[in-house]
């Protein structure tokens, strides 16, 4: 492992970190899953009749793609799991449970195998929809959609340009600059100095087109996700001018603590969940003022998934109020349910104004990058490129 590739994934000992009075998202070992081991399908292929009017009985088994964390069966801890009660509630039981780390994993997975229902990002939920490698889906069979703020419902990136929903959002975030008192500030802070933290995703590319945006408005930047050639160029300028062995790429929402705590990172790309996590332990931190970028999780089923019905149970489970719940309070991400919005992950909301229409309205939600510009004519850059020059930049 070279230098350069090590300072993406060192991060200091923990000493001195501050004390934090919420739970931490726990990470296990990609794959793992402990007492429950993964079974193999050996079922054919071919697809089992669409779900009728009212979904019907389970077929026995369902097999499932999502991101660490995102789903949890005991294997961390045996008050997190969300499998056991689902499977004895509708008699579908998790013959398959494979966690990712990033889209590119995900992506990978995709090709290499066919699940029922996936926990897709916009990179991959728009490839998916334009693959035709997930089937639209009939909301009317999902108790809780009617919950989801019709901005996370109508986001393009669960969507065909028809208006067919493909996606049922699920876990969401956005994308904040955080710094210590006499760091760098601005849009571009997180790009002005070598000790930052930016996530690791090729989507960051949008965060920095953004921040060009108000900085260099003769650019003409408008959609962050939609770039000219000329546009991602200057967009990855910027991430790399100050780009070192000192900056951290993140993955999970602990390395940004670990990067603040250990002195690390003085500014970062981070989550409104970080910025509660300081201001609850003491620390002082500030938020850079002005428009954001976010993402959205969203369950798709298969083309190919051989138990529709109990994928529409698990969209049943997974979109109740009780499972966004849990899994908010475990991820630190933000429900789609805002029935979910309640105890201990009422705070939580409140740092991601889920419950507030406006709010949600000035986030700048991604899709795929796509060569015609999302649909609206001209030529920009599409998702392969941008993947291709992150990869160039993170190495």
């Known amino acids: 492992m070279s230098g350069d590739r ?147 419902r109508e986001l393009p990136a669960t969507r065909d340009a028809s208006g067919k929903v493909y996606g049922v959002p699920y876990l969401w975030g956005t994308n904040q600059v955080i710094r210590e008192p006499g760091a760098p500030d601005g849009p571009d802070a997180v790009y002005r100095t070598e000790q930052s933290a930016v996530r690791d995703t090729p989507l960051s590319i949008a965060d920095a087109a953004l921040a060009l945006r108000r900085t260099r408005p003769e650019l003409g930047v408008k959609d962050p996700y939609q770039l000219t050639p000329a546009q991602l160029d200057a967009a990855v300028g910027l991430l790399a001018e100050h780009d070192g062995p000192r900056r951290v790429y993140w993955t999970s929402t602990l390395e940004v603590i670990q990067a603040f705590s250990t002195g690390e990172a003085h500014v970062a790309q981070a989550l409104p969940y970080h910025l509660d996590l300081f201001e609850r332990a003491g620390r002082t931190v500030e938020r850079e003022k002005g428009p954001v970028t976010g993402w959205a999780d969203a369950w798709m089923v298969g083309t190919g998934a051989t138990s529709p019905n109990c994928a529409y149970k698990w969209l049943n489970w997974v979109g109740s109020a009780d499972t966004q719940h849990s899994a908010a309070a475990w991820t630190g991400l933000a429900p789609a349910n805002v029935k979910a919005c309640d105890g201990e992950v009422r705070r939580l909301c409140d740092a991601y104004h889920a419950r507030d229409d406006r709010e949600l309205g000035r986030v700048l939600f991604a899709t795929r990058p796509t060569r015609d510009c999302g649909g609206s004519g001209g030529e920009c850059t599409d998702y392969t490129e941008w993947e291709k020059r992150w990869k160039d930049l993170v190495k």
């Open 6 to 152: 090590f300072r993406r994934t060192r991060l200091g000992a923990l000493a001195g970190v501050v004390a934090l009075t919420v739970c931490l998202p726990v990470a296990t070992a990609p794959g793992a899953l402990a007492r429950r081991a993964a079974v193999q399908d050996t079922r054919s292929p071919t697809p089992s009749p669409k779900p009728s009017a009212s979904i019907g009985r389970g077929e026995g088994t369902l097999q499932v793609l999502t991101y660490q964390g995102h789903v949890e069966y005991g294997g961390a801890t045996a008050s997190a799991d969300w499998l056991s009660p689902f499977e004895k509630l509708t008699g579908c039981r998790v013959s398959r449970l494979d966690r990712v780390h990033s889209g590119e994993e995900m992506a990978e997975k995709v090709r290499s195998a066919s699940y029922d229902v996936i926990s897709a990002s916009p990179d991959l939920a728009g490839r998916l929809i334009a693959d035709g490698a997930v089937r639209p889906l009939d909301t009317t069979l999902l108790r809780s959609y009617k919950d989801i703020p019709r901005r996370l």
